[in-house]
T-cell receptor, first 113, second 112 residues
Framework: GAGVSQSPSNKVTEKGKDVELRCDPI?????LYWYRQSLGQGLEFLIY????????KSGLPSDRFSAERTGGSVSTLTIQRTQQEDSAVYLC???????????FGSGTQLSVL | SQQGEEDPQALSIQEGENATMNCSYK?????LQWYRQNSGRGLVHLIL?????REKHSGRLRVTLDTSKKSSSLLITASRAADTASYFC????????????FGSGTRLSIRP
């Protein structure tokens, strides 16, 4: 596609429910990144994929968080048993190669009630 | 912990003035990038400077990099109301060039 697409743009869920956030990167971009941003804060690195592999998962906050990428394209970030502190904007970005700029999606605003 | 820290956290200036934001980081890097974010959603890339470069220009933007001090600055000249946004630096560590870490950002407000 023309840009990085994220869905849904907004998600309201109840505490304890599972949620799936989707990211569709720019076609041909091999690297894909997930970040989390709480209100008024900076971006917190979660995970990145090179192809379908995730060399660095160190940013995932807990074992309730997982991510996968299939076919070197779409990625899904799953949060199990959501907690109120999971409320944030989840941003996805992709890039074509090393030392290249990131292209960001518009993010998913997650609200856990 | 964050690799980059921006300074100041917030900056308010008059339209037409220059705005300077600073970024400090902790480890050796491959490159440093600056991004802008409007309305708390997607970020837009502004400029990338490599570790062997000292200064780079793009329109009204000027970026410097001092690897000995592990710091960078972003200068926006002749500011406009549309420059109101949050600005973030991002670093790719030398040891893991693919992992890109963002700083905490500077919120820039341009007064008309």
């Amino acid at each position: 596609g023309a840009g990085v697409s994220q869905s849904p743009s907004n998600k309201v869920t109840e505490k304890g429910k599972d949620v799936e956030l989707r990211c569709d990167p720019i076609s041909g971009h091999t690297a894909l990144y997930w970040y989390r941003q709480s209100l008024g804060q900076g971006l917190e690195f979660l995970i990145y994929f090179q192809g379908n592999s995730a060399p660095d998962k160190s940013g995932l906050p807990s074992d309730r968080f997982s991510a996968e990428r299939t076919g070197g394209s779409v990625s899904t970030l799953t949060i199990q048993r959501t907690q109120q502190e999971d409320s944030a904007v989840y941003l996805c970005a992709s890039r074509q190669g090393a030392n290249e700029k990131l292209f960001f999606g518009s993010g998913t605003q997650l609200s856990v009630l | 912990s964050q690799q980059g820290e921006e300074d100041p956290q917030a900056l308010s200036i008059q339209e037409g003035e220059n705005a300077t934001m600073n970024c400090s980081y902790k480890t050796s890097i491959n490159n440093l990038q600056w991004y802008r974010q409007n309305s708390g959603r997607g970020l837009v890339h502004l400029i990338l400077i490599r570790s062997n470069e000292r200064e780079k220009h793009s329109g009204r933007l000027r970026v410097t990099l001092d690897t000995s001090k592990k710091s960078s600055s972003l200068l926006i000249t002749a500011s406009r109301a549309a420059d109101t946004a949050s600005y973030f630096c991002a670093t790719a560590r030398y040891s893991s060039a693919s992992k890109i870490i963002f700083g905490s950002g500077t919120r820039l407000s341009i007064r008309p």
